[in-house]
C-alpha cells in the first residue's frame, strides 16, 4: 500500500546516483524534517524524522546534479514501509518516498534583509520635473 505524501526538510547528505543494469539513473538520498514547536515565547525545532527518498530516471539524474547536502527540498512522491531482516536476524521497518516532484525551496532562501520588497528607484524618464530644470536626459 501507498501513500502520496509532501516533505519540507533538509538533505542529510548529497543525493547518491546510480546506474540499474539497464542503464536507468536512480538517485537516493535522506530528507530530514523537523516539526516547529513554541516553547514559551519561542520557537524550537522538534525531534527530526527522516525520510529515505529514491527519485529514478531524469529525476534522479537532476536531483544529483542540482541539490546538495542541507539544502532546503520539497518532495512530492509515493510514501510506503519497507520491511527487512538484519544480518542478526531482527525484523525492521523504514519509510521510503518514490519521488514524483522534487523542489529546493524557496521559503527558505529568502534572507533577513529581502524580507520586506524594496521600494523602487524612481525612474528619470518618468518622474514629472518640478521646475524648470534640464530634462534628464
Known amino acids: 500500500m501507498t501513500a502520496q505524501v509532501t516533505l519540507i526538510g533538509n538533505l542529510v547528505r548529497d543525493p547518491e546516483l ?14 530530514a524534517v523537523n516539526e516547529r514547536i513554541k516553547q514559551g515565547d519561542e520557537w ?3 525531534e527530526p524524522s527522516y ?4 527519485a ?16 532546503r527540498v520539497v518532495v512530492v512522491g509515493k510514501m ?5 531482516e538484519t544480518k542478526d536476524g531482527q525484523q525492521r521497518s523504514k519509510v521510503v518516498v ?4 522534487i523542489g529546493s525551496s524557496i521559503r527558505a532562501r529568502r534572507s533577513p534583509e529581502r524580507s520586506a520588497p524594496k521600494s523602487p528607484e524612481p525612474d528619470p524618464w518618468t518622474t514629472p ?9
Open 56 to 71: 529514478w530516471r531524469k529525476l534522479g539524474e537532476d536531483t544529483a546534479e542540482s541539490l546538495l547536502k542541507g539544502t
Open 98 to 101: 518514490t519521488a514524483d516532484e
Open 44 to 46: 524550537v525545532d522538534g
Open 18 to 31: 546510480r546506474f540499474t543494469p539497464k542503464g536507468d539513473a536512480v538517485a537516493n538520498f535522506t530528507v
Open 80 to 84: 510506503k514501509i519497507d520491511k527487512y
Open 129 to 137: 520635473v518640478a521646475s524648470e530644470e534640464t530634462p534628464p536626459f
Open 51 to 54: 525520510y529515505d527518498v529514491t
